[in-house]
């Protein structure tokens, strides 16, 4: 029961690229096939909720300087039990960067990803939802103990930051987003 609603947001997901269905049905599989797959417990891997914070313009992000790992990432992180996704991605956005104006764009799932996570106790995956919120540029940010630093990148400047596929696949879907959000607001005048 504690795993339907995320199974029903997958369900809704929306496949925006050619490795989503792949990753989407391994999520699911996953989910299905691990009771406790919300438990940080869960040594093959877990699912984690991640928050892709852009501001008002949609032409920033905030990264974060991962300490464990020594890349620029999207904020996010563990559930460790609360099967609710979409506030383990609130919080860990909120704890991670000290802002309190993040608010949802949407509840529904912007991306999924898998990825590895070297070490500790042992290599494992995280299986990685994704939500897309906005936050005031302005806002002071707080350093956490688990980043090196934050900052808002331009996405005009993000691959001066980072490589990662799955961080500048965020980004493309941000401009489709962005798109979206304009022709639906001019749409809804």
């Given at each position: ?34 009771n406790d797959c919300f438990e940080r417990s869960l040594f093959v891997g877990h699912v984690t909720g991640s928050a892709w ?137």
């Amino acid at each position: 029961m504690h795993r339907n609603p995320l199974q029903s947001l997958l369900a809704k997901y929306q496949i925006s690229c050619s490795d989503d269905e792949i990753v989407l049905h391994k999520i699911k599989e996953f989910i299905l096939k691990n009771n406790d797959c919300f438990e940080r417990s869960l040594f093959v891997g877990h699912v984690t909720g991640s928050a892709w914070i852009i501001d008002a313009t949609k032409s920033y992000t905030l990264l974060t300087h991962h300490k464990k790992l020594n890349k620029w990432l999207q904020l996010g992180g563990h559930a460790d039990g609360d099967p609710d996704i979409f506030s383990v991605a609130l919080r860990e956005a909120q704890e991670e960067s000290g802002l309190k104006s993040i608010v949802p764009l949407s509840k529904d799932i912007f991306d999924i990803d898998i990825h590895l996570i070297p070490g500790h106790p042992a290599d494992h995956y995280h299986y990685d939802v994704r939500f897309i919120f906005q936050a005031d540029r302005k806002e002071k940010l707080t350093i956490s103990h688990e980043s090196k630093d934050l900052a808002w990148i331009s996405l005009d400047k993000l691959e001066d930051f980072s490589t990662e596929p799955s961080v500048l696949r965020l980004s493309e879907k941000t401009k489709l987003f962005k798109n979206f959000s304009s022709s639906s607001s001019a749409h809804d005048t």
